[in-house]
Structures are given as C-alpha cells and as structure tokens.
C-alpha cells in the first residue's frame, strides 16, 4: 500500500464532511469532501482517488445511484471501492447498498478506528487484486495465450443458459438479456466455478459476504430465491440450483466454455 491514499468523501452534512476529513488525516490518508454526486464526478475526473466515502441520503441523486453509475460497464471509475457510510441501518439497506456494489457498509454513528480499518482492508484487498490481475495479465504475451486461459473467455453456458462474463448478464435460451445484481453475479459465478460440487452455506457466504458475512448469512436463501427465479428455476422443484439438504446448494449441470470467436 502506498504512504498516502486519496479518499474521497461525499456527504451533504458539512460537520460530518469537516469530522471525517479531519479524523482521516490524522491516519494518514488524503482525504477530500464534497456535498453532492455532481462534485463527486468533478472531483473523480480531477484526481486518482482510492476510495470513495459515500453516504446515501444524500440530496438530489442519492448515494445508491450514485453507486450504480460508478459501477457501470461504461463508468471509468468503475473499479474505484465504496464505502457506504449511513444513519441507515436495517439490514434491507446494508444487502441493497452492498448489492449495487459497495464493498463495505458502516453504519452511523461509527467509531473513527473500525472505519479506518475498514478502509485499510478494503485498500489491502483492491491493492492486492491489481497486482494479481497484472501478473496473470503480464504472465505470457497475448499472441502466446493457452486457450483455456481464463481472461480469454467471454461466456460461460450451463443447460440452455449462457453467462456473459464481461457484461455480467444472463442471457437466456431465446438469447435475451437477463439483468444480475452484483450479488446474484458473484453468486452465480461461483456456482458456474463449482459445477456438480455441493457447495456449503460458509463457502457462499464467505465468497459474496463483501467481508460482512453476518449481513448474507440471513439472506443467502433470499439470494438464491432470486437468482432462481432469474433463471426460472422452479423453487420447488428446482433443476438448476438444487438444495442439499445440511450442506448446502448445488449447481447440477456442466459448465462449458466458449471464446470469444465462438459466438
């Protein structure tokens, strides 16, 4: 991690803005706060921030949608972490916020050394996927790629179903798009990892916890309630997901994949 990291803040209360700001550089980060979505875009074209700071109940664009335009396929600060900061508190809000992408939520009032931690480990694990992604990048040149390297797949089909792996969608057996929430993607993409494999309610909720697995240990079962019905897998008598009972959940059928030039 680097000496100083740039944070940005985006809160319409000006004593919490000022507070943060403050407390934040007393640990060492370079903190900056704004009011709005709009000096939130401004300040994201003018620097190379690390972590945006964003509260929801913000006026005008709140801070959800706010959240989804950065995490946008067009959005260049797509890869950009979010720490949702908020006087909301149910668990409805912490499972929409973290669905839309954020990678933590903490709830106001807050203590300034849990958020700092969070911060830290949010930076630890965005860090550490870069420089992960650029050795798997940078580990043979382009012309030279095995074919079953991972990075060079763009679907993956399961049944009739096929997962677009650099949009993010479903698309179904009559070759319509199907939306995924950030959840139902990553939940899905494990499966589509594990095919035929039981796995375990730990194992799915470590891996789409976004390190708050208290919050997705009560909603895996309404995450897969939801995925199933995005791909019309009938609950009761399901084909795709299928549940072990004591164990777990299970995707039943093969995963194949296809290149780009397949399509």
């Known amino acids: 991690m680097s000496d100083t990291q740039k944070i940005l803040i985006v809160d319409d209360d000006l004593e919490i803005r000022d507070l943060l700001v403050k407390r934040l550089k007393t640990y060492g980060f370079d903190a900056v706060a704004v009011d709005c979505g709009k000096r939130m875009a401004e300040e994201l074209d003018s620097g190379a921030y690390s972590l945006v700071i964003l509260d929801i109940m913000l006026r005008g664009e709140d801070g959800l949608s706010l959240c989804r335009d950065v995490r946008s396929s067009n959005s260049p600060y797509k890869g950009?972490?979010?720490?949702f900061l908020s006087a909301l508190n149910e668990t409805a809000d912490r499972i929409v916020g973290l669905e839309l992408g954020g990678d933590d939520y903490l709830p106001k009032p807050f203590e300034t050394r849990e958020l700092v931690a969070r911060i830290k480990a949010i930076l630890r694990r965005s860090e550490g996927h870069e420089a992960k992604s650029g050795l798997e990048t940078g580990s043979m040149p382009p012309e030279r790629e095995e074919p079953?390297?991972?990075?060079a797949l763009t679907l993956l089909r399961f049944g009739e179903w096929k997962l677009n792996l650099a949009a993010r969608h479903l698309i179904d057996p009559s070759g319509l798009v199907v939306?995924?929430?950030a959840a139902e993607y990553r939940l899905l993409t494990f499966f589509t990892e594990h095919p035929q494999q039981v796995l375990?309610?730990?194992?799915?909720?470590?891996?789409?916890a976004f390190r708050s697995p208290d919050i997705y240990d009560r909603s895996l079962d309404a995450q897969i309630s939801r995925l199933?019905?995005?791909l019309r897998d009938n609950a009761r008598n399901p084909e795709i997901i299928l549940t072990m009972r004591g164990d777990g959940y299970m995707l039943a059928m093969p995963v194949y994949h296809e290149r780009a030039e397949d399509i």
Do not use: G
């Not at 950009?80 to 720490?83: A, F, H, R, Y």
């Not at 079953?148 to 990075?151: F, G, V």
């Not at 375990?200 to 789409?208: F, G, M, Y």
């Open 80 to 83: 950009i972490p979010v720490l």
């Open 148 to 151: 079953s390297a991972p990075h």
């Open 179 to 181: 939306p995924l929430s």
């Open 200 to 208: 375990t309610r730990d194992q799915l909720v470590e891996h789409i």
């Open 228 to 230: 199933r019905a995005k």
